[in-house]
């Protein structure tokens, strides 16, 4: 007990501590998705799909939830169901075999829902662009709402992503939009 | 002095006329047998207690358009010494059928219904001939390997997505569990169809290849110089083993000798992926029994490990780090010496959590006989890796088969003959401490000079090379054959969890499906990388 503790102590807190996204915006945010954002107001639960990636895709998603990104603390939340989803991020070209389940997951996902498109390969199939075996990126499928380029994107680079797509629902606005009423 | 053994020989005395030739190829032994004899001859290398051979990669090339014919190879990995012997064989003109040899050679059995799918021929006498990498709604007489299959066709369904067969057991009490393909957590997609009477698992049906690309397909598309990015991408945890092992093949085709200071550098990017890795898996197999505290403190050193790998190349992956004929990364002395203090920081914080580990009773209660895979399912499978070794399968090919620089870097072979677990978790924690000692040793020795070559030959079209590395995972094999223009005739890539991934079907008999997630964490197989 005292070894954990004093193991605890020692550490510190790490949040935070991780070099800035480098500069110059690449992701793009849909002008609807914000909108759809705001109903999510500061909580936004993800389900993350691979409909097949190299998964390093799916090691930074993991990593934004280590104590380092801690993405709980912008109120950003992993389900395990994408019944429990407002949004999905998919990464990975869509797989021949994977376009079912894709689509399944689509479906079972409440309305209204917010779709990420997470790397290059979800974006235009990256690498893997025409072979037999993929049936194209994620947005011939399913519509997309917001594409992280990257291969992988950095976690600082999705974090500031989500950030942006949630711009603008703050408290403030919320009341000064209630009161203006000018929704 | 003892006369030295030579496997080769042996086989040629007692098979003698049954062999049509024998040829070497950059230092392999190659056997050509008649197909009738491949049999007899293969069950002879496995069985005979000599040579005791696992099979390692089994694979077809189909010669068109230059010959008519097919060509099986059979690569095996002696017990004793470690050498390799490889079994060929032809299929000409429309020949389909083959014998199986899966029947004798257990490890053979994904390897043979791969085939079948990938190029249409057919292994027969195999026991279980149902669809591997094609799935039920993948069109009929689609076989993506043969050389006159567009590598850009558009598949037509013939019926939903989704369906798989199953091996199904019946009876009073017994139920049947499907998981996936999109699981819980943050992971890649694979179907596991548990069959339980009460709570243990009887058995375990794997159905994968969802995520398959066409990535053997795709290296066909391109030159011997353009694979490396297309490598780094197959399994993106392991980029360095992969780009490393495709540049080792075209290396080997072109007879380019690698400097010795990249052949260094390569082995700090190697010992660096297999850090990260091992350290996330301990704290993932720590989560997978609800220890959070662990699994947090691991995350946070696996960061670092990342955050230290993307300051020294740009890429937290070590993408782009390798190129064909040497590295396209230095290391200044400033740049080591923060590597090696940050690897100190990172060595200490670990051991300390290790002590919290060790003396955590539930933990241990939850690791010990959890999951065993035994030393003979494993040699059965020809199970490779730190899986293997943590079954009492001492192979590691960085002390057998020296690449990069491990011919003047003698590593610690870690292992354990437990097959639990626990004994999987021993493995990685003392790889661990070896790759940093590994690095420390290199900031000794690391030499100066050019960071890459150039080619010497242009060989003709139709030469081949093989290439191994020891990833963090495993045995990582390359089977690299050059076509006209110097274009990838055929590429052959196992990634280690291709045979490991029928091996977690033995490993979890008799445990209960809670356990499941915990024995899968602590294989920690790729599911990309299996797919291809
Ligand atoms: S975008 Fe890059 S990292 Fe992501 S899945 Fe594709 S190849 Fe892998």
Redesign the pocket.
């Known amino acids: 007990m005292f070894k954990i503790l004093k193991k605890s102590f020692k550490t510190g807190i790490v949040t935070g501590q991780y070099p800035p996204a480098p500069a110059g915006q690449k992701f793009s945010v849909a002008p609807t998705a914000q909108k759809k954002a705001e109903l999510f107001r500061k909580s936004l639960t993800i389900r993350e799909v691979d409909t097949?990636?190299?998964?390093?895709?799916?090691m930074?998603m993991n990593a934004l939830a280590n104590p380092v990104y801690d993405i709980e603390r912008l109120g950003i939340h992993i389900a395990a169901s994408p019944r429990h989803a407002d949004a999905l991020v998919v990464?990975?070209?869509v797989t021949v075999s994977m376009e079912g389940p894709l689509k399944d997951v689509f479906k079972t996902t409440p309305n209204p829902k917010l779709v990420i498109a997470?790397?290059?390969?979800?974006?235009n199939c990256?690498?893997?662009k025409g072979s037999y075996g993929v049936t194209g990126p994620v947005d011939q499928h399913i519509p997309v709402d917001v594409r992280i380029?990257?291969?992988?994107?950095r976690p600082s680079e999705i974090i500031e992503a989500l950030t942006e797509l949630r711009k603008g629902v703050t408290t403030f606005t919320r009341w000064f939009r209630k009161f203006s009423g000018n929704p | 002095m003892e006369p030295v053994f030579n496997p080769v020989e042996h086989l040629q005395c007692l098979f003698g006329p049954a062999i049509n030739r024998v040829s070497t190829n950059h230092g392999i032994p190659v056997v050509h047998v008649p197909t009738n004899q491949v049999l007899p001859i293969t069950r002879y290398i496995h069985a005979n207690e000599e040579l005791r051979g696992t099979l390692s990669l089994l694979w077809a090339v189909d010669r068109r358009p230059r010959e008519e014919r097919y060509e099986l190879w059979y690569l095996f990995t002696l017990a004793e010494s470690k050498d390799w012997l490889m079994v060929s064989t032809d299929l000409p003109g429309e020949e389909r059928l083959f014998e199986s040899i899966t029947p004798k050679i257990h490890a053979a059995n994904w390897y043979e219904r791969e085939i079948r799918d990938m190029f249409g021929l057919i292994a027969q006498g195999h026991p279980d001939l149902r669809r591997l990498v094609r799935h039920n709604h993948w069109p009929k007489g689609v076989h993506p390997l043969h050389t006159n299959f567009p590598w850009n066709s558009i598949l037509q369904w013939r019926q939903p997505p989704g369906s798989v067969d199953g091996h199904f057991i019946h009876g009073e009490g017994v139920f049947e569990v499907p998981v996936g393909p999109i699981h819980a957590g943050i992971i890649e997609p694979g179907h596991f169809r548990f069959t339980v009477a009460g709570e243990p698992i009887m058995h375990l049906d794997l159905q994968h290849f969802w995520k398959h690309r066409g990535v053997e397909k795709l290296f066909e598309q391109q030159t011997l110089a353009g694979g490396v990015a297309l490598a780094?991408?197959i399994s993106?945890d392991t980029t360095l083993g992969h780009s490393l092992a495709y540049c080792q093949a075209v290396e080997t085709l072109w007879e380019i000798h690698v400097p010795r200071r990249a052949r260094y550098l390569r082995s700090v990017f190697l010992e660096l992926e297999r850090l990260h890795n091992h350290i996330g898996d301990v704290g993932g197999i720590c989560n997978d029994t609800a220890y959070a505290l662990a699994h947090a403190h691991c995350s946070r050193l696996k960061e670092r490990v990342l955050q230290l790998n993307d300051r020294l190349t740009g890429s937290r992956?070590l993408r782009g780090v390798n190129c064909v004929g040497g590295v396209g990364i230095d290391l200044s002395t400033d740049q080591f010496s923060e590597l090696v203090t940050e690897l100190e920081h990172i060595e200490n914080d670990f051991t300390e959590l290790e002590q919290i580990i060790a003396v955590n009773a539930s933990l241990i209660d939850r690791f010990e006989s959890t999951g065993i895979l035994k030393k003979q399912t494993a040699w059965d499978h020809g199970v490779v890796g730190l899986v293997g070794r943590a079954s009492g399968i001492d192979r590691d090919l960085r002390r057998d088969r020296p690449f990069a620089a491990y011919d003047e870097l003698p590593v610690r072979v870690a292992g354990s003959s437990h097959g639990d677990v626990r004994a999987r978790v021993q493995v990685r924690v003392s790889e661990i401490h070896e790759s940093i000692r590994l690095i420390r040793e290199i900031q000794r020795l690391l030499p100066d000079g050019p960071l890459k070559s150039d080619r010497q030959v242009a060989p003709d079209a139709g030469a081949w090379a093989l290439s191994a590395v020891e990833g963090w995972r495993g045995e990582i094999l390359y089977f690299l054959m050059i076509g006209e223009h110097e274009q990838i005739h055929r590429c052959k890539v196992r990634d280690p969890s291709f045979v490991n991934w029928p091996a977690i079907q033995m490993a979890v008999i008799g445990n209960i499906i809670p356990d499941f997630p915990l024995i899968n964490k602590s294989f920690s197989l790729s599911y990309?990388g299996n797919d291809l």
């Open positions: 097949g990636s190299c998964n390093a895709c799916e930074e990464t990975g070209p997470l790397g290059d390969c979800a974006i990256g690498i893997f380029p990257g291969c992988p994107p | 780094e991408r993106g992956f990309a």
